[in-house]
């Protein structure tokens, strides 16, 4: 799993590239701190590299999505494969993100 997080003059964009388990989850957690502080404005979240996610990954989602409405900021969910839509769909994420094609 990998995470490459981008700094742009209106939005942070973190782009996930793997798969994002359990392990990965954990691997990945401190690059997600950096996230929430920058929770004020618009993070987004570029999902085009994303093979999988599990609940630990979803979780992460989930606390940025917290961290961002906290600050008055914003998230948004860009380019999530069919596979990970309906993973969002059943869990009701499609309606707790702004999702981007």
Known sequence: MEINIKTLPDSTVAELVGRLDTPASLEIAPAFESLYEKASGTVVIDCSKLEYISSSGLRL???LRK???DKGGRVIVR???????NVFMMT???NLFQIED
């Open 61 to 63: 989602f989930l606390t």
């Open 67 to 69: 961290s961002a409405s």
């Open 79 to 85: 380019s999530i494969c069919p596979e990970i839509r």
């Open 92 to 94: 009701g994420f499609l």
